[in-house]
């Protein structure tokens, strides 16, 4: 007996849920990865920033002022994205490698939508790149003082208190040495540092390190 399916979903969609399905994704980007968020839909943290793969976000104006997004965006830009940020998102919808684009799914359960159709990330794609010139970049001065410091900034820290030199923090975190010392010049403006050792102390005061001392 042959049976025939009602509404098959079309070839290149796949419904996935977004807790572990949109980590796993972003894992497998290995060239570019951009986004647009209304903050309502799909999105990926500094955790998820990848050593040697382009990532661009574009965020609501908004987001600047909110202090829990606000310290989001700023551990995204000192994970190494470029942020930036419009009046109204247009859409939600992550592109990795060009080739994959996520959209949220259904809300209720929190899945999102897998798609390889080259007509979806195309139109993506290009109103991404239609509105990036128009979008504010976030700069190091938007940054919210209170932002804490990421997990691998912590870590960076830590291996420099230590006495390591940049080259073994870099080989320690997977990142490249210029990136270790733009995260740090980066941290000593924002605890106004003038140098690694004062950064040292201040991130301490602040409590930015209790965890990794503890």
Same mark, same amino acid.
């Given at each position: 007996?042959?049976?025939? #399916? *009602?509404?098959?979903?079309?070839?290149?969609?796949?419904?996935?849920?977004? @807790?572990?399905?949109?980590?796993? $994704? &972003?894992? +497998?980007?290995? /060239?570019?990865?951009?986004? #647009?968020? +209304?903050?309502?839909?799909?999105?990926?943290?500094?955790?998820?920033?990848?050593?040697?793969?382009?990532?661009?976000?574009?965020?609501? %104006? @908004?987001? =600047?002022?909110?202090?829990?997004?606000?310290? @989001?965006?700023?551990? *995204?830009? *000192?994970?190494?994205?470029?942020?930036?940020?419009?009046?109204?998102?247009?859409?939600?919808?992550?592109?990795? /490698?060009?080739?994959?684009?996520?959209?949220?799914?259904?809300?209720?359960?929190?899945?999102?939508?897998?798609?390889?159709?080259?007509?979806?990330?195309?139109?993506?794609?290009? $109103?991404?790149?239609?509105?990036?010139?128009?979008?504010?970049? *976030?700069?190091?001065? /938007?940054?919210? %003082?209170?932002? /804490?410091? +990421?997990?691998?900034?912590?870590?960076?820290? =830590? &291996?420099?208190?230590?006495?390591?030199? %940049?080259?073994?923090?870099?080989? @320690?975190?997977?990142?490249?040495?210029?990136?270790?010392? =733009? #995260?740090?010049?980066?941290?000593?403006?924002?605890? !106004?540092?003038?140098?690694?050792?004062?950064?040292?102390?201040?991130?301490?005061? =602040? !409590?930015?390190?209790?965890?990794?001392?503890?």
């Amino acid at each position: 007996m042959t049976v025939t #399916m *009602l509404n098959p979903p079309p070839t290149g969609y796949q419904q996935i849920p977004a @807790h572990g399905g949109l980590a796993e $994704l &972003l894992a +497998s980007a290995e /060239d570019e990865v951009i986004t #647009m968020s +209304s903050l309502a839909g799909p999105t990926f943290g500094p955790r998820e920033v990848k050593h040697g793969v382009r990532y661009r976000a574009i965020f609501p %104006d @908004h987001a =600047r002022t909110t202090p829990t997004v606000g310290r @989001h965006l700023g551990a *995204l830009s *000192l994970a190494g994205v470029a942020v930036r940020t419009i009046p109204q998102v247009p859409m939600n919808a992550i592109v990795i /490698d060009r080739s994959v684009a996520v959209l949220p799914a259904d809300t209720t359960n929190g899945s999102i939508a897998v798609l390889r159709l080259t007509s979806v990330v195309v139109t993506a794609l290009e $109103l991404f790149e239609r509105i990036w010139p128009d979008a504010v970049p *976030l700069a190091d001065r /938007d940054l919210p %003082d209170e932002a /804490d410091l +990421s997990l691998r900034e912590q870590e960076m820290l =830590r &291996l420099l208190a230590l006495g390591a030199t %940049d080259e073994v923090a870099a080989a @320690h975190l997977n990142i490249s040495v210029r990136t270790v010392r =733009r #995260m740090v010049a980066q941290i000593m403006n924002r605890l !106004g540092a003038r140098s690694r050792f004062q950064a040292g102390v201040k991130a301490a005061d =602040r !409590g930015w390190l209790l965890e990794r001392a503890s």
